[in-house]
């Protein structure tokens, strides 16, 4: 059976902010310091257009910020500023996770993570927003009041689950008081947001805290992902993800939206699972997931901070398997996943979103206008344990005059999938440089002539769309269509 979308280019279209750019996420501070994550953001950037980077761990012991030495605290910003200037220093900003706990200032022992960041309240909140104010402080002289008036000082990680914060949600509250007071202390302007969480909570009861408190909110920031609170403890990721449902992210992202009110709403984490060693972030299965949640959360959302963008990542130990199903967009070696290519063909789209007719209960197709070129994106999706086949799709562009030329680029099993062609070499654990080179170009997208039919003001497009497929039709206007 054909799938058809039509589209009438002579509609009022609507701007396409590109949200999935403004923020994205990486493991913790010292990673940054490495030359490979140096080396693999900066080319994130230039190529997919990310604007900050988010982080752990900003705080803790391992970064020095506050330490206590002969009986006396001693703050020590080297290392923060080394991360911070290097980011200025490509032209992104830092999205400011402010945690975890310096040990000196805990109330308690707990921690997560490899690292032992440190996750108990502070035992003394006068003294955390010394703290604050003098490092924000601090960067204001670094940097200048207007850069950092165009960060996010975002409060803690996932105070919402007892793993990254021993206090009470009272307790947050309190140190998000404090924290507030410290910064807006040095500039009004300074953003300041909160509450950080996971699975959409506390959006709510934390906006009414600041209301009723007469404290500044500047932004709401909390987390999802499909496996979130489907299946039993236990599942693996593919029974939880069985167990959700397509639209799962959209009616989170709507529901928070209308908890958030007026204010920004940020989406400082998300991905296909949560689980950092899941199989299905290396192959074209997450591509499509991407793609289809950003066509779900468009107009909803004001920032969509994918996690993660490097596998350089070691929350749980540094890995060393070149796909081991982590979270990033790159693997260790710099070799791009679908993921990867993903935001590639979203960074390609123009500015204004046209309206499509025709649905299907797993292609989503948009189609976007730039000054001399019409873009169609489509893919192809099913969550796990759900019905998913290669589909023939027909895309209707009407009222427009006989394109130049049509390419397009494939994201699917045979393109730009690097894991396959690493497992058809055996799998190497440690490839070698010839290796990596041959990985590199399987990753690679391939820009292709497409067959269109023109009849009528009608440009006709018919393509087949495997499983798990993402695919970029580039229609490339006549000169008399650009300069009409």
């Not at 493991?27 to 994550?37: K, M, V, Y």
């Not at 992902?225 to 639209?247: I, M």
């Not at 991407?290 to 969509?304: A, R």
């Amino acid at each position: 059976m054909k799938i058809e979308f039509a589209c009438d280019l002579g509609c009022t279209p609507v701007q396409l902010k590109h949200f999935w750019k403004y923020c994205v996420g990486s493991d913790h501070a010292p990673t940054a310091l490495r030359a490979d994550w140096q080396h693999q953001i900066k080319h994130c950037h230039e190529e997919l257009g990310f604007e900050r980077v988010r982080f752990h761990g900003l705080l803790s012991d391992d970064v020095g910020t506050l330490v206590c030495e002969g009986g006396k605290l001693v703050y020590s910003f080297f290392n923060a500023d080394q991360i911070f200037d290097y980011l200025t220093s490509i032209g992104m900003s830092p999205f400011v996770e402010l945690s975890f706990m310096p040990s000196t200032l805990a109330s308690g022992r707990k921690t997560v993570f490899h690292y032992k960041a440190n996750v108990t309240p502070p035992r003394d909140y006068k003294q955390w927003a010394n703290l604050i104010r003098s490092l924000v402080g601090h960067w204001v002289e670094r940097y200048g009041l207007t850069a950092v008036r165009h960060w996010n000082f975002e409060v803690w990680n996932e105070p919402n689950l007892k793993a990254f914060w021993t206090g009470t949600q009272k307790d947050y509250f309190k140190l998000y008081q404090y924290t507030c007071d410290a910064i807006k202390s040095l500039d009004s302007s300074l953003k300041v947001g909160g509450p950080a969480t996971a699975m959409n909570e506390w959006i709510e009861e934390f906006h009414d805290f600041c209301e009723r408190s007469k404290l500044p909110l500047d932004f709401i920031t909390t987390h999802h992902y499909p496996t979130d609170a489907f299946g039993q403890p236990g599942d693996n990721t593919e029974v939880q993800l069985s167990k959700s449902n397509r639209g799962a992210l959209r009616q989170q992202a709507q529901d928070a939206r209308r908890r958030a009110g007026e204010l920004p709403l940020y989406y400082t984490e998300w991905n296909s699972s949560s689980n950092p060693f899941d199989h299905l972030h290396d192959e074209p299965y997450a591509a499509a997931f991407i793609v289809k949640s950003i066509m779900d959360v468009s107009g909803i959302v004001d920032g969509y901070s994918y996690w993660v963008f490097s596998d350089i990542f070691e929350e749980n130990y540094f890995p060393s398997l070149p796909f081991h199903g982590g979270f990033g967009l790159l693997t260790l070696h710099g070799v791009s996943k679908p993921t990867y290519r993903a935001f590639e063909l979203l960074h390609r789209l123009g500015s204004e979103l046209l309206l499509v007719d025709g649905l299907h209960e797993t292609v989503s197709a948009w189609v976007v206008r730039k000054e001399t070129s019409i873009t169609v994106l489509l893919t192809n999706h099913a969550l796990p344990g759900h019905s998913i086949e290669a589909e023939h799709v027909m895309v209707s562009l009407n009222n427009m005059s006989k394109p130049e030329h049509v390419f397009v680029s494939r994201i699917d099993s045979e393109h730009a999938n690097a894991r396959l062609a690493w497992e058809e070499m055996g799998a190497p654990a440690y490839p070698s440089v010839s290796q990596l080179d041959v990985l590199t170009e399987a990753s690679s997208l391939v820009r292709e002539k497409q067959p269109f039919k023109w009849s009528g003001k009608t440009v006709i497009i018919d393509i087949n769309l495997p499983p798990h497929a993402v695919a970029l039709i580039e229609v490339e206007l006549s000169r008399e269509l650009g300069e009409n």
